[in-house]
């Protein structure tokens, strides 16, 4: 019992901080007040950070600089299904003069992605003179920023770079900052985030029985060692300070188990072995 408390115990623990961990800033996002990064809602460049939480409705965008795609595969390393991210550029502007540029991560399964590319080429002709307006469509946008991978940050440098949209390299650095707008639904990361706490205090109750079942026993072991009794089985005086392998599966409550051992490794016989079992704890005085 101690050990499967113990072991449950310390998997749950493991499990729930090892996902919290891993999901921690949109569990951060999920909790903070959103910002409309296309409003002026942020005052300074310092709050375009990790965990940041947003809520916008998206009409500008620049063109999608990369996708990626993802393998999902089964226990036995055979590919089941794949799914592709797709990303823009999205302008997120601070304070009233300055605009930096962000990824935006559109699932290629979302049924805005067609709305999000039209939206991209309504603002490049735009940019280039070539429309006359943007803003014609949007797309009510929940997430969170996150850090770009080093790979997607060079992909979007680069497209910066091709398309001489700023006059220096020094520009692009200062503007184009490494970090990924991710959407997610908040009601569902507020769950995961309660299912995460539920798991990590149930590990944190079952060490706590597992340690202290075995805390119980450890006086109860301490005390079979300091006893002078003797059992007889079969002529031969067996102290009882030496079958605490005997006393375990007793204080356990596995009587037949301490019976078939007793009758395999000290000799005695199953109707004897049963009879000691059963007198063992007023026995041994303990």
Request: some cysteine; aromatic content about 14%; proline content about 2%.
């Amino acid at each position: 019992m101690k050990k499967f408390c113990t072991k449950c115990g310390v998997i749950l623990m493991v499990i729930a901080l090892v996902f919290t961990f891993i999901m921690r800033y949109s569990f951060m996002a999920a909790f903070k007040e959103p910002v409309d990064v296309l409003d002026e809602g942020l005052e300074t460049k310092e709050e375009l950070k990790r965990g940041l939480s947003i809520e916008s409705e998206i009409y500008l965008l620049l063109e999608c600089f990369g996708s990626k795609e993802t393998s999902h595969k089964n226990r036995a390393g055979q590919t089941t299904s794949t799914s592709t991210d797709y990303y823009y550029i999205l302008p997120v502007f601070v304070g009233e003069e300055d605009t930096y540029y962000v990824a935006l991560e559109v699932d290629g399964k979302s049924d805005n992605l067609y709305t999000y590319e039209k939206i991209a080429n309504e603002t490049m002709n735009w940019l280039y003179g070539l429309g006359d307006t943007a803003g014609s469509y949007s797309v009510d946008f929940t997430g969170y920023l996150d850090k770009l991978d080093k790979e997607g940050y060079e992909y979007m440098k680069d497209w910066f770079k091709e398309t001489q949209f700023f006059e220096s390299d020094a520009d692009i650095e200062k503007y184009v900052l490494p970090y990924v707008a991710k959407p997610y639904r908040v009601d569902i990361v507020k769950k995961m985030v309660f299912v995460f706490v539920g798991m990590f205090v149930l590990g944190l109750v079952l060490l706590i029985a597992g340690l202290a079942i075995d805390g119980k026993y450890g006086s109860r072991r301490k005390a079979l060692k300091q006893s002078d009794k003797t059992i007889n089985i079969n002529g031969n005086e067996l102290r009882v300070c030496m079958l605490d392998d005997i006393d375990i599966l007793v204080w356990k409550g596995k009587s037949d188990k301490a019976a078939k051992r007793l009758t395999k490794y000290y000799g005695a016989n199953p109707q004897q072995a049963e009879q000691i079992i059963a007198g063992w704890n007023q026995m041994v005085g303990i």
